[in-house]
Nanobody, 127 residues
Framework: QVQLAESGGGLVQAGGSLRLSCAVT????????WAWFRQAPGKEREFVAA????????HYADSVKGRFTISRDNAKMTVYLQMNSLKPEDTAIYYC????????????????????WGQGTQVTVSS
């Protein structure tokens, strides 16, 4: 079975940086689309960033555009989220998601499109 595992979360001061990692194990199919979502206490899960079209394109939520960068390492089967200029409102549990399909731009923001999910990693930004 395919499993995803996030790591790299922690506590950081506002304006600081963190890099999240998500490694996949199991399965033999290609993971053509990767994404990061986040969920703050009392709020719904929110799209953050996606790596799609087999890594040739990326897309970001307006709230993180210019501050966050998604990337992948195909050899390690790992996707990363580099987070810079962090704000207190970025505080949330961050989840990695993946799917074997090549999702189009209009679909990458939709959580229901992703077949595989990690357990989440906590990011806390202090003011």
């Amino acid at each position: 079975q395919v499993q995803l595992a996030e790591s790299g979360g922690g506590l950081v001061q506002a304006g600081g940086s963190l890099r999240l990692s998500c490694a996949v194990t199991g399965g033999t199919g290609g993971r053509r689309t990767w994404a990061w979502f986040r969920q703050a206490p009392g709020k719904e899960r929110e799209f953050v960033a996606a790596d799609f079209r087999s890594g040739s394109s990326s897309h970001y939520a307006d709230s993180v555009k210019g501050r966050f960068t998604i990337s992948r390492d195909n050899a390690k089967m790992t996707v990363y989220l580099q987070m810079n200029s962090l704000k207190p409102e970025d505080t949330a549990i961050y989840y990695c998601a993946a799917d074997n399909s090549r999702l189009i731009l209009s679909s990458v923001r939709v959580a229901e499109r992703y077949a595989y999910w990690g357990q989440g990693t906590q990011v806390t930004v202090s003011s």
